[in-house]
């Protein structure tokens, strides 16, 4: 898999748990970063993925890469400024043209671009 076809694919992925991110309720995300995480697990659709690659990205997506506390402000920040601004933002900081970006948008990106086993398993 080329890196274009990986970053693809990651940020389809990311996109969708931003999107569940940002329907989260306020009085859930008020509980912390478990009660966030048991919400999204009740609300989680998906099957099993038999590939490494799509089970990586969908475990750190999912909080079972990602830090309880993390996974709470990531939907801070997503209700904050839309799931589209943003992925924009992971795809400008990957780019290196992050740095007229607001702080904690950086800081999320650097959430899930800071996420190597992810790519070192689809690469």
């Excluded at 919400?39 to 993925?49: A, T, V």
């Excluded at 671009?113 to 689809?122: M, P, Q, S, T, Y």
Aim: charged fraction near 30%; aromatic fraction near 6%; charge should be neutral.
């Amino acid at each position: 898999m080329s890196d274009e076809e990986f970053y693809a694919l990651a940020d389809a992925e990311i996109e969708k748990y931003l999107e569940k991110l940002a329907a989260v309720p306020d009085s859930v995300l008020d509980q912390g970063g478990e009660a966030t995480l048991a919400y999204l697990k009740g609300q989680n659709e998906r099957g099993i993925f038999d590939l490494k690659c799509m089970g990586l990205i969908a475990a750190a997506v999912g909080g079972a890469l990602i830090p309880a506390a993390k996974v709470v402000k990531v939907a801070k920040i997503v209700k904050k400024y839309g799931v589209k601004r943003v992925i924009n933002a992971i795809k400008g900081v990957r780019k290196g043209q992050g740095q007229s970006l607001a702080s904690d948008l950086k800081e999320v990106a650097l959430i899930f671009l800071g996420v190597d086993e992810i790519k070192d398993a689809c690469t």
